[in-house]
């Protein structure tokens, strides 16, 4: 968790606090990040400027970094999910889910090209959303739901 209130939240609520950090997950450690900060304590972001609102520098940690011990992976990072979506390995999990946020990115076509590249290697399953181009609509995410496909191979005599 990146911003620093929800951090401090976090550790009150963990039961193992030395798990936690405070860092924003991109594909790729970039040192720092801006992340605009919403006046609520959910919707900040990374994934692109907000006009109006105040950002602060937050610490990046590489998304093989952060899940370098995980089989398993829930995603909710408000539109940052685009950029490990579109660069990061995402193949070697037993099961993921992200929240998809098309706030952030409301292109159909965005959308069913990141589905595409989690098809290689899992089964895919979303919630329902529209059949138009551009995506529009509250409550504002889509959630995708993906299973490691398991090959077998049989011999038969």
Not at 13 to 37: D, F
Not at 56 to 77: G, H, R
Request: include cysteine; charged fraction near 25%.
């Amino acid at each position: 968790e990146p911003e620093p209130t929800n951090f401090q939240q976090l550790l009150l609520n963990s039961v193992t606090p030395n798990q936690c950090h405070r860092y924003a997950v991109c594909a790729i450690e970039q040192g720092e990040v801006p992340m605009y900060l919403s006046k609520s304590e959910w919707n900040h972001t990374i994934a692109r400027p907000v006009r109006g609102r105040a950002h602060i520098l937050v610490p990046t940690i590489s998304f093989q970094e952060a899940t370098k011990d995980c089989n398993c992976v829930k995603m909710d990072i408000e539109g940052g999910e685009f950029d490990i979506m579109d660069n990061a390995d995402m193949s070697g999990f037993d099961k993921l889910i992200i929240a998809y946020h098309v706030n952030h990115d409301h292109a159909r076509a965005n959308l069913e090209k990141r589905l595409q590249r989690l098809r290689k290697h899992y089964w895919v399953r979303t919630t329902k959303y529209p059949d138009v181009e551009y995506l529009d609509f509250f409550p504002n995410e889509i959630m995708i739901y993906c299973q490691r496909k398991i090959h077998i191979n049989i011999k038969i005599r």
